[in-house]
């Protein structure tokens, strides 16, 4: 199972919370959510396993471009 990337910090949180019961003695009952589409993020799991994925930091143009196309209605101004 691939989890999405939103899923994968449910899980750390999971895991932290069973090592400090582990060093406690707590016993407890964890639950948490594997939700997401992991499977859509084929492609970007592939380039960062074989090093092909680089860091993009967008320019205030590119952010800009992306907010023009958020629709306005009452409340939501930027």
Known sequence: MLPAPESSHA???A???ALKCKETGEE???VF???GTGY???V???KFHDGQMSDYIPTDADLQKGFD???RFPG???
């Open 11 to 13: 899980i750390r949180a």
């Open 15 to 17: 895991i932290d919370e």
């Open 28 to 30: 407890k009952t964890i």
């Open 33 to 35: 959510g594997l939700t």
């Open 40 to 42: 859509f993020d084929m």
């Open 44 to 46: 970007a799991y592939e």
């Open 69 to 71: 196309g958020i629709p």
């Open 76 to 78: 939501n101004e930027l």
